[in-house]
Nanobody, 114 residues
Framework: QVQLVESGGGLVQLGGSLALSCATS????????MRWYRQAPGKEREWVAT????????AYVDSVKGRFTISRDDATNTLYLQMNSLKPDDTAVYYC???????WGQGTQVTVYP
């Protein structure tokens, strides 16, 4: 079955960096566009970034442009999100998602303190 397992979150100071990973299985990863979302306490889930199948194109929400980088390794079926210059507003649970599928992982908590 489809599995998405996020990892790499943690507690980091303002301006710091974190690298998130999403290990996937149960579907042909290389053929799917992949996205990162996040959900802050009391807020709706927000789209963060997209990478197309094959990694030819990426897109980001304006608030993370120039700070976050989405990438993928089709050999290991893994999605990544490199997050630099983190701000307290980036605090959220981060989720990966395969475009067109309904499955979600458990998410990974990112907390940025001043």
């Amino acid at each position: 079955q489809v599995q998405l397992v996020e990892s790499g979150g943690g507690l980091v100071q303002l301006g710091g960096s974190l690298a998130l990973s999403c290990a996937t299985s149960g579907f042909p990863f290389s053929m799917y566009g992949m996205r990162w979302y996040r959900q802050a306490p009391g807020k709706e889930r927000e789209w963060v970034a997209t990478i197309t199948g094959g990694g030819f194109s990426t897109a980001y929400v304006d608030s993370v442009k120039g700070r976050f980088t989405i990438s993928r390794d089709d050999a290991t079926n893994t999605l990544y999100l490199q997050m630099n210059s983190l701000k307290p507003d980036d605090t959220a649970v981060y989720y990966c998602h395969a475009v067109g599928l309904t499955h979600w992982g458990q998410g990974t908590q990112v907390t940025v303190y001043p």
